[in-house]
Nanobody, 122 residues
Framework: QVQLVESGGGLVQAGASLRLSCAASGLTRTTYAMAWFRQAPGKEREFVATISWSGGSTGYADSVKGRFTISRDNAKNTWYLQMNSLKPEDTAVYYC???????????????WGQGTQVTVSP
């Protein structure tokens, strides 16, 4: 059974940094693309960042480009989201996901974590 477990969320002030981690277990293959999505109250889940299985290709939402960095360590079955210069509008539940292709579409991802809350105060 595939399990994705996020960690690293919390409450920070605007301008601070956080690093989210997602640990995977039970994956039947290593060639998964990985991604982060987020969902704020009353809003739909939105794409944040994605990375190919090799790590050679990444993609970001325009709203986080230049501030967030996605990375992965396949040896540890873990991937990360480094979030710098956080803004109040980054407040959301952040989900990690595994899928076939490193694209920005929710439907591409077949396995999801339970989410971790990130709250950024003004």
């Amino acid at each position: 059974q595939v399990q994705l477990v996020e960690s690293g969320g919390g409450l920070v002030q605007a301008g601070a940094s956080l690093r989210l981690s997602c640990a995977a277990s039970g994956l039947t293959r290593t060639t998964y693309a990985m991604a982060w999505f987020r969902q704020a109250p009353g809003k739909e889940r939105e794409f944040v960042a994605t990375i190919s299985w090799s790590g050679g290709s990444t993609g970001y939402a325009d709203s986080v480009k230049g501030r967030f960095t996605i990375s992965r360590d396949n040896a540890k079955n873990t991937w990360y989201l480094q979030m710098n210069s956080l803004k109040p509008e980054d407040t959301a539940v952040y989900y990690c996901a595994a899928g076939g292709r490193a694209i920005a579409t929710v439907e591409e991802y077949t396995h999801w974590g339970q989410g971790t809350q990130v709250t950024v105060s003004p």
